[in-house]
């Protein structure tokens, strides 16, 4: 399995970035999917998931109401849409790929098996 993610980049604060990850080598629709991000100094953290189906989303708290996590199974393909960005949404934002058959605590990075390779997201306030 590979995990592609992009659409990182410098933006001011209150602007907009879509993040994408295109998954191959398996089956994309049969698995849920998240975001995390690591901030310099700081551990990985949960930011967004969706169910196989896109039925179901996830958010963490702070980013609720400004992200929206969705996906595309023709394409195999998650995206991170990112609004009002806010200097502390600064980190390496990475895709990855939920164990089949975890149950739904999506936000437990241990419960994904295939990770992406981060891309950067920098908020210039």
């Known amino acids: 399995v590979q995990l592609q993610a992009s659409g990182g980049g410098l933006v001011q604060a209150g602007g907009s970035l879509r993040l994408s990850c295109a998954a191959s080598?398996?089956?994309?629709?049969?698995?849920?999917m998240g975001w995390f991000r690591q901030a310099p100094g700081k551990e990985r953290e949960f930011v967004a998931a969706?169910?196989?189906?896109?039925?179901?989303?996830y958010y963490t708290d702070s980013v609720k109401g400004r992200f929206t996590i969705s996906r595309n199974n023709a394409k195999n393909t998650v995206y991170l849409q990112m609004n009002s960005l806010k200097s502390e949404d600064t980190a390496i934002y990475y895709c990855?790929?939920?164990?089949w058959g975890s149950g739904s605590d999506y936000s437990r990075p241990s419960l994904y098996d295939y990770w992406g390779q981060g891309t950067l997201v920098t908020v210039s306030s």
């Open positions: 080598g398996r089956t994309f629709s049969n698995y849920a």
């Open positions: 990855a790929q939920y164990k």
């Open positions: 969706i169910t196989w189906s896109g039925g179901w989303t």
